[in-house]
């Protein structure tokens, strides 16, 4: 489904579907499940289109003098983001993806299977965060796209200053 049709209000970023509203929060997160960078789409947008912004608008903070460091070593996915186009261009940029191959019924399988087995609980868990502590982001109130986006910002900046202080 469209957004809003022109002049009906609303906003952009929100999907209207049968059942209503349909965001997608993508998220980047650490090692402990901490949000990194978060983006929102229509829900009937593709997951994998989200990786290399979430990628560009994060700066690993090192604690040392210099440039920052701009990419991460390894990048875990599950198997929803399985595409050769985004291994090529995660390996160009020097990331090394921790993504399963997806299986598919009619393809020859050869070779021994590798089994990879990638830790999605810390994105779950960060899923669960934002679900748990932040009922408006859970309902999804917000028409315009802008105020869902802009708690969203408030509800990691949230995540970020309890773990900070709590330690």
Known sequence: MAPFPPGKGGGEGVAYGRKGKGILIHSLTDAAGMPLSTRTTPAN??????VIPLLEALHVRTG??????????VLAADKGYDAKTLRRCLRQRGIRPQIPKRVWKNRKRRGRPMKKNVPRFQAERTFAWFQRKYRRLAVRWERLAACFN??????MLHLWVHR????
């Open 164 to 167: 900070l202080i709590v330690g």
């Open 150 to 155: 802009a708690f969203l910002a408030i509800a």
């Open 45 to 50: 947008g593709d997951e994998r289109a989200q």
């Open 64 to 73: 040392k003098r210099g440039r920052p460091r701009k990419r991460l070593k």
